[in-house]
């Protein structure tokens, strides 16, 4: 099934590991066959992964835009999410921290990327109190 992405003026995106950027124009583009496709609204760069749910959610999307798997991305994901699901305590938060760790390990980065997002969404709620998850 094609994916068709519009695109704002300017707007950037990864395609297959390369970035592209839209003219100065809205743009409509189909994508007819399977490509790792990112939008800049949903990459990460390293410096931004500032707290646990974001510590997972960069090697997720590194290994969703790289084209080799040999580059300790899963290891790093694997100790993250250890470590994340050590402190928490919500049922529903680990249920998701779980089909995270599936879908990483079948490959579907895309998946664990949207998933991911919930994870750091908790986290902001929590932060602000407004979550229940390390407490027992």
């Not at 592209?20 to 992964?49: C, F, P, W, Y």
């Not at 300790?72 to 402190?87: H, P, Q, S």
């Amino acid at each position: 099934m094609p994916l068709k992405l519009s695109l704002k003026p300017g707007e950037r995106f990864v395609l297959n590991g390369a970035v592209v950027e839209n003219g100065d124009r809205r743009a409509t583009l189909i994508l007819q066959n399977k490509a790792s496709v990112l939008r800049e609204k949903d990459i990460m760069q390293e410096h931004e992964a500032d707290t646990p749910a974001k510590r997972i959610y960069f090697p997720v999307m590194m290994m969703y835009l790289s084209s080799s798997g040999d580059d300790g991305l899963y290891d790093a994901f694997v100790i993250r999410m250890t470590e994340f699901m050590n402190v928490i305590k919500n049922p529903e938060v680990l249920n998701h921290c779980v089909a995270v760790s599936k879908e990483v390990m079948g490959g579907e980065y895309y998946k664990a990327l949207l998933r991911c997002r919930k994870l750091i969404a908790y986290e902001k709620d929590l932060m602000a109190g407004d979550a229940e998850g390390t407490d027992d």
